[in-house]
């Protein structure tokens, strides 16, 4: 069974760092593309990043050069490193499984962790 | 950028049909495919329509998906509404040549 569990989310100030982890099992993250969605308080979903299979990685303009997307392919997890954080990335962070490299479909979610930016 | 627009709200009674619109803001909405994702309160999205009209398994027949090239829109229709689905839906798109995924910005259904 494919099962997604986010963790690392918490309160953070404004211009610091955080590191989200997403721990993978059923599956081979490095099979798959693999992005994280995210989704602010009371809003809609935002795409924010991908890194395909063959480990190439994109990021929304919204957070580019800020966010690294990453994976661990030993411990089978996905990672969103996020620096420079400011009060609108505060968001529900989603980490999905796409369905192959070409298709779009996120077909398996995790639970998302919610990380907040506040002083 | 590739944006994908959706109606803020719709709502229908039970038993009925509805459909929500997902039109695509250039280029043409059939070059890559379009999801459809239900998110109820304090839960993650699920998917009930992938790659333009693909039901996963295990979601009714009660939901279609369709795309309109003379619009570029993509559509979901619900039919024989029932209470429980009640929720926010998501079209989504990748638009591969920019290596950019894409939300709508939801569409809140209410059966009333």
């Known amino acids: 069974e494919v099962q997604l569990v986010e963790s690392g989310g918490g309160l953070v100030q404004p211009g610091g760092s955080l590191r989200l982890s997403c721990a993978a099992s059923?599956?081979?993250?490095?099979?798959?593309?693999m992005s994280w969605v995210r989704q602010a308080p009371g809003k809609g979903l935002e795409w924010v990043s991908v890194i395909y299979s063959g480990g190439n990685t994109y990021y929304a303009d919204s957070v580019k050069g800020r966010f690294t997307i990453s994976r661990d392919n030993s411990k089978n997890t996905l990672y969103l490193q996020m620096n420079s954080l400011r009060a609108e990335d505060t968001a529900v962070y989603y980490c999905a499984r796409g369905y192959y490299d070409s298709s779009g479909w996120l077909d398996y979610w995790g639970q998302g962790t919610l990380v907040t930016v506040s002083s | 950028n590739f944006m994908l627009t959706q109606p803020h709200s719709v709502s229908e009674s039970p038993g009925k049909t509805v459909t929500i619109s997902c039109t695509g803001s250039?280029?043409?909405?059939?070059?890559?495919?379009v999801q459809w994702y239900q998110q109820r309160p304090g839960s993650a999205p699920t998917t009930v329509i992938y790659?333009?009209?693909?039901?996963p398994s295990g979601v009714p027949d009660r939901f279609s998906g369709s795309i309109d090239s003379s619009s570029n829109s993509a559509s979901l229709t619900i039919s024989g509404l029932k209470t429980e689905d009640e929720a926010d839906y998501y079209c989504?798109?990748?638009?591969?040549?920019?290596?950019?995924?894409?939300f709508g910005g939801g569409t809140k259904l209410t059966v009333l």
């Open positions: 989504q798109s990748y638009d591969i040549s920019n290596h950019r995924g894409v």
């Open positions: 790659e333009d009209n693909q039901r």
């Open positions: 250039s280029g043409s909405i059939a070059s890559n495919y």
């Open positions: 059923g599956f081979t993250v490095s099979s798959n593309y």
